[in-house]
């Protein structure tokens, strides 16, 4: 997509939040952050977009938050996995593993 942005599909930024803290907890602009340079910044999330769906998830169960300060010694709220969030992550990997996979074979095809 060199050079295009894209839009986060519905569903998927549950997964790219979940996996990214899947490797430590991280504030919002960290969260945001990582997900822009892990997907060499094809996805950029927006503060509106991404603090609703931590309070989503947070409320959902699979994060919990806490608040402590950041390098730069402001104060930030913090989030990590809960044990439920990684069995969700689980669900959501093998759920988008078999979406990637089945359009891949219809690309290949076409």
Do not use: C
């Amino acid at each position: 997509m060199s050079g295009q942005k894209a839009d986060v599909l519905r569903g998927t930024l549950d997964l790219l939040i979940l996996k990214t803290l899947a490797l430590q907890p991280l504030h919002g602009l960290g969260i945001s952050r990582r997900i822009e340079q892990t997907t060499d910044g094809v996805f950029q999330v927006p503060p509106g977009s991404l603090f609703p769906a931590l309070a989503r998830l947070e409320q959902e169960g699979w994060l919990r938050g806490r608040w402590g300060e950041s390098e730069n010694r402001r104060r930030a709220r913090y989030y990590e996995l809960t044990a439920a969030g990684r069995r969700r992550l689980g669900d959501q990997e093998r759920h988008w593993g078999r979406i990637v996979l089945a359009i891949s074979k219809v690309l290949e095809r076409a």
